[in-house]
């Protein structure tokens, strides 16, 4: 089945900088890949995907990479505010299970004011 | 809509005791998932639902019993309760779309097993 590999598991960053985290995939046949938001005390909330005909999105200042050959995709949180601080969750879809959605073990961001 | 809804939202369990968590969601919603989370290890999926009767084993399975009865509900059962199933349970739900994965997350219910 799936495996998902999330690293780094915390990152701490200034306010201001750039933060990056990154995810590996097992299943080749997975085509859609979502990033996770959690807030301390609150439910996991979708802020950005990525299907697989694309290689780039982005969303004022997130944005998600894929690279479908390595099987491991990205996202990347530019000029960080302390709101940004929370766990951060990727996740894809296991095909040979029924489509299951796999999550990564998740990313603890820190932003330091 | 009122989404996905989960309840109890705390509860406190003895070793050996049994009880359901409910879950239910109203955007007529296909697939419906219970997930566990604990510090360290993310989001681990227990069970899951492609439609009313249907039902599957996610990573964890063990402990853990569910039903889907009707589209709107997926209850989970713990038989005889652990103190390893102390966490974090969330309930998701999601369109049956092979070009839109976004899961709909309920508030979660905070076990402890004591």
């Known amino acids: 089945g799936e495996n998902v590999e999330q690293h780094p598991s915390t990152l701490s960053v200034q306010e201001g900088d750039s933060a990056v985290i990154k995810c590996t995939y097992s299943?080749?046949?997975?085509?859609?890949f979502p990033w996770y938001k959690q807030e301390l005390g609150k439910r996991p909330q979708l802020i950005i995907d990525?299907?697989?005909?694309?290689g780039e999105k982005k969303d004022q200042r997130i944005a998600v990479t894929l690279n479908k050959t390595a099987k491991h995709f990205s996202l990347h949180i530019t000029e960080t505010q302390p709101e940004d601080s929370a766990v951060y969750f990727c996740?894809?879809?296991?095909?040979?299970?029924?489509?299951?959605?796999?999550f990564g073990q998740g990313t603890e961001l820190s932003v330091k004011p | 809509n009122a989404g996905v809804t989960q309840t109890p939202k705390f509860q406190v369990l003895k070793t050996g005791q049994s009880m359901t968590l409910q879950c239910a969601q109203d955007?007529?919603?296909?697939?419906m998932s219970w997930y566990r989370q604990d510090p360290g290890m993310g989001l681990r999926l227990i069970h899951y639902?492609?439609?009313?009767?249907?039902?599957d084993q996610g990573e964890v399975p063990n402990g853990y019993n569910v039903s889907r009865s009707t589209t709107e509900d997926f209850p989970l059962r713990l038989l005889s309760a652990a103190p390893s199933q102390t966490s974090v349970y969330f309930c998701?739900?999601?369109?049956?779309?092979?070009?839109?994965?976004?899961?709909?997350f309920g508030p979660g219910t905070r076990l402890t097993v004591t």
């Open positions: 998701a739900s999601r369109k049956k779309r092979e070009w839109d994965y976004e899961q709909y």
């Open positions: 299943d080749s046949a997975s085509n859609y």
């Open positions: 990525i299907r697989s005909n694309v």
């Open positions: 996740a894809a879809p296991s095909y040979n299970q029924g489509g299951k959605l796999i």
């Open positions: 955007m007529n919603h296909e697939y």
């Open positions: 639902s492609v439609g009313a009767g249907i039902t």
